[in-house]
Structure formats: C-alpha cells, structure tokens
C-alpha cells in the first residue's frame, strides 16, 4: 500500500511541475467590432432592412461587447447563431462563446446559446422561433480558456493516474462485500425526479437533464413552494463551481419550464427581484 502512495504522489507531482497552465489570450478588440458590425448587417438584411443603423459597438469588459441597432428588429436564432459563426470564423476569434439577445426595456434574455471548443458541450436551444419585433441587445462573451504547455505529457500521465487508481478500486471491489444500491426517484407532480441519473420520468416518457438543470431542480424541490433567491442559487450552482457566466441562470430555468410543462400541477414561478418558486399543487 506505501508503495502504491509513493508511486501516485510521484505521478501527480510530474503532472503539477511538467503540464503548467497558462491562460489563452482574448481576442482582439478591433477584430470583435469588425465581425459584430457584420453579424448586425446580414440580421437587418434578412428582414429586408437596408436603411436601419447598427449602432456602434460597446465593450462592456475585456471578454464581453454589444450589438445594438437604430430601430426595432425581429431575431432569427437560426440566422444569428449561422452568421456569429461564420463572423468568428473569418476573423479568426475564438469559438469558446456565449451569445445573448436581451430586451432593451428589462435586460432579461429572449435567447441564449453557448458554443465550445469541444461542439459536444454546445448547448444550443431549438431554432425556428423567431423573436417578436422589439428593442434587442446581442451581446458576446468569449469564455476564457486555459492551455497547457505540454499537452501530450498531460495526457499521458492522466492516463496513468487514472489507471492506478482505478486498478485499487477495482482490487478492493472484488476483496470487499458490498450490496447493490437502487436509487430511489423523488416525486415532483407526476413525473419521477431520479437525481443521480439526471433525468425526469413522465408515463414511459423520459425527459434527460443536463448537470445544472440537475442541481437547479434537486434545489427548488426541496424548497418547494417557497421562494428560493437568484443569490442562493448562482452561489450553489455556480459560484462554488467558480462560474459564473452572464445570465446562466435565466438560461436554464427557462429549460427547466419547457421540460416540466406538460404538468400543469408543476410549474417554476419568477418572483421579481427576488428569484424563483417552484410550485407543485397536490
């Protein structure tokens, strides 16, 4: 056992002094208002909108800026996510983004999507709903990233570690009586909410949810019907994590509601200024 200690201490010693992390660097400003002010372009040419103005540009941070226009405009999410992309790609920005459209008049998000380095964990809601003519803002934020300076050492050694330790586990599994363990599903209305499975279960209907929805969920039910505040939750969700991205928050209840709807016994109500209940009637 001493020497499985020493062996992983030595392991992880050569990954904290061989892979150090250095941050990847923002993109440049010039560079981001040139390919916002084409991204307002082709959204008012799509609605045959040749003599409205896009306003200038507005940095609003070192990784954050906004897009406003002259004149009330409708927003096609398809065509802006087609055009952000195309925009970051011809100028060579990073793809690490997050792209909200707020109303002018409250600040809440009409839409919101976020795109990766790695397109698995884009999250990226359903198209085809264009917004209603209104006063919009779009606002970008790049995600910073960080790189190491010796990736495939990194790699390599990770393989490593995880391997021994998963050769103790499985050792001490198969020396060690244990007992199968079922998850029990909470109740929520008349779905099933299986925590650690991250999913709702409706009839023979199941309804998959992502880590955060996940933590969310767990967080009002167990404060259901009562108030639980915008502060409680980004701390708990997010803060602890050491994230927090623009408005996360708005993003995923407004997932939550859509995924909850067909129970019109369980619904996610937003007390203004304070933050959100979840209301679940017997």
């Known amino acids: 056992m001493r020497r499985r200690i020493l062996f ?73 996510q087609n055009e952000m992309e195309a925009a970051i790609d011809r100028n060579g920005l990073p793809r690490n983004s997050l792209v909200e459209v707020l109303t002018c008049e409250t600040g809440e998000v009409a839409y919101s999507y976020q795109r990766l380095r790695d397109a698995e964990k884009d999250i990226v809601p359903c198209g085809g709903r264009i917004l209603p003519s209104g006063c919009y803002e779009i606002q970008l934020h790049f995600i910073a990233t960080q790189s190491t300076g010796n990736e495939p050492l990194f790699f390599v050694l990770v393989f490593l570690v995880i391997a021994f330790v998963v050769f103790v586990f499985v050792s001490r599994y198969f020396t060690t009586p244990h007992e199968d363990h079922y998850e029990e599903s909470l109740e929520l209305g008349r779905f099933r909410f299986y925590p650690e499975q991250h999913k709702l279960v409706k009839e023979a209907e199941e309804i998959p949810l992502s880590n955060k929805e996940c933590e969310l969920l767990t967080i009002l039910r167990a404060n259901a019907n009562q108030v639980v505040t915008r502060e409680e939750l980004t701390k708990r969700v997010w803060e602890d994590n050491g994230v927090i991205v623009g408005r996360s928050l708005d993003t995923y209840i407004s997932k939550l509601r859509k995924k909850l709807q067909s129970d019109q016994g369980v619904s996610i109500t937003n007390v203004h200024g304070v933050g959100y209940r979840l209301e679940v009637t017997s």
């Open 8 to 80: 992983l201490s030595f392991l992880i010693g050569l990954i904290t002094v061989g892979c150090q992390k250095k941050e990847a660097p923002m993109p440049n400003v010039s560079q981001v208002k040139v390919a916002l002010r084409e991204i307002g372009h082709q959204v008012l040419k799509a609605q045959e909108d040749t003599t409205s103005l896009v306003l200038p540009v507005k940095q609003l941070s070192s990784e954050a800026f906004a897009l406003q226009f002259e004149n009330d405009l409708r927003v096609d999410p398809t065509i802006l």
